[in-house]
């Protein structure tokens, strides 16, 4: 019965996914008056969760293997699709950036949120055997 917990994995990948997300959105904002700058985002968590929820955990065979030096592993860096480029190149929209942090503080409590009531959901069990 508690060989596989796939929720609070889903929960873990989920928050893990929305401070990544935190970070990247951070470095766009940081980077929003550098000429010739693409804003930059994270693959969704839907389509992370996908490719990686089969292998459940991702094994480096050195420190840093896979790690951008703002990414958690196994998360793809892609240009955002939706920005456009200033005639100086810089394609950060600082309302875009703003919007993408509410959403990511949104990703982030829901993950909270069913970690919590997992586990509240597990004590409860537990304690009626």
Do not use: C, W
Request: hydrophobic content about 40%; charged content about 20%.
């Amino acid at each position: 019965m508690f060989e596989k917990l796939e929720i609070f994995r889903m929960a873990q990948a989920m928050a893990m996914h929305a401070g990544a997300r935190q970070s990247v959105v951070a470095q766009n904002m940081a980077n929003a008056d550098t000429p010739g700058y693409r804003a930059q985002d994270i693959e969704s968590f839907q389509t992370f969760y996908q490719t990686h929820s089969a292998s459940h955990s991702t094994h480096t065979t050195r420190t840093g293997h896979l790690l951008d030096d703002r990414t958690q592993p196994g998360l793809v860096l892609i240009d955002d699709p939706i920005a456009v480029a200033d005639p100086n190149g810089n394609s950060v929209s600082l309302e875009s950036e703003m919007l993408k942090a509410v959403d990511i503080k949104n990703q982030h409590d829901r993950a909270l949120a069913i970690y919590k009531s997992s586990l509240d959901v597990l004590r409860l069990v537990v304690s009626r055997r």
